[in-house]
């Protein structure tokens, strides 16, 4: 049993590292971004409430993504753990986190705001699947952030053939939008994990498989010297 969040500010790669780390410890990736953008894709009732808010980057209110985030853990595919990506971003939603189930560790991601933003104006996203590609390259001094491109030609998505977009959200209005928000109301969930004593900062600096790779092998250290794992 692994439960892990991934918080960090929009744009350093919550949804990639999770992506592709889910496999490996074989729990689920829950995104509520991801659950929001589809069911504003499907026009359910939940879409209706969440779309202003997803095209203007503020959050939706704490009681709707509280409730969606529990019913989402309370599935069967959760049974062995999760992982946690865009959830919680308000203090409000990490206690109401608190009260529902125990956080192994969360892992904090860190890259300075001029990249994010570069970062997330090159992002390019499956329409179908929601796989993440990147079509920045940052690469200067000691980082080493080359783009993330589809292998086959086309803009179409590897998996699935998909066609791929740029996200509504991810345009620099709304980006320094959603930095604002991040900065106001999610950051203070930081100093919270940090004196319940299960934060692990990361710096994100390397291609994401790299990363990926970086980022499970301290949490394996992690967990086991706790022995959770
Ligand atoms: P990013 O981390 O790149 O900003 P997400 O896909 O996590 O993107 O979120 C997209 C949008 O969905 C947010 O701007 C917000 O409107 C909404 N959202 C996602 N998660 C939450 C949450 N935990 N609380 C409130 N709103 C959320």
């Known amino acids: 049993m692994v439960k892990l969040v991934f918080l960090g500010a929009p744009g350093t790669g ?3 590292y999770s992506e592709r780390i889910s496999p490996k410890l074989g729990i ?3 995104s509520t971004g991801d659950i929001f953008r ?3 894709a499907k026009g359910t009732e ?5 779309k202003e808010h997803l095209e203007n980057g503020t959050l939706v209110p704490d009681e709707i993504t509280i409730q969606v985030l529990k019913e989402r853990i309370s599935e069967p595919d959760c049974k ?3 992982i946690l990506d865009g959830f919680p971003r308000t203090l409000e939603q990490a206690r109401a986190l608190d009260q529902i189930t125990d956080i192994d560790l969360v892992i904090l991601l860190d890259l300075p705001e001029d990249l994010i933003i570069k970062k997330l104006t090159g992002r390019r996203v499956c329409e179908k699947c929601g796989k993440i590609y990147n079509v920045a390259d940052i690469s200067y001094g000691t980082l ?3 783009p993330m ?4 030609p086309g803009g179409v998505c590897d998996e699935c053939g998909g066609k791929l977009i740029q996200r509504e959200d991810d345009t620099e209005k709304v980006i320094k939008d959603r930095l604002r928000v991040y900065h106001q109301l999610t950051e203070p969930i930081i100093e919270y994990y940090k ?3 299960n934060l692990m900062k990361v710096e994100v600096d390397a291609p994401a498989d790299e990363m990926a790779e970086k980022i499970l092998k301290r949490i394996k250290e992690r967990l086991k010297n706790e022995k959770r794992l």
Request: aromatic share 4%.
């Open 14 to 16: 919550k949804g990639t």
């Open 144 to 146: 080493r952030m080359p």
């Open 80 to 82: 062995n753990g999760f």
């Open 46 to 50: 939940l879409g209706k409430k969440v």
């Open 195 to 197: 004196e319940k004593g």
């Open 149 to 152: 491109l589809p292998k086959n």
């Open 28 to 30: 689920p990736h829950i």
């Open 38 to 40: 589809e069911a504003v």
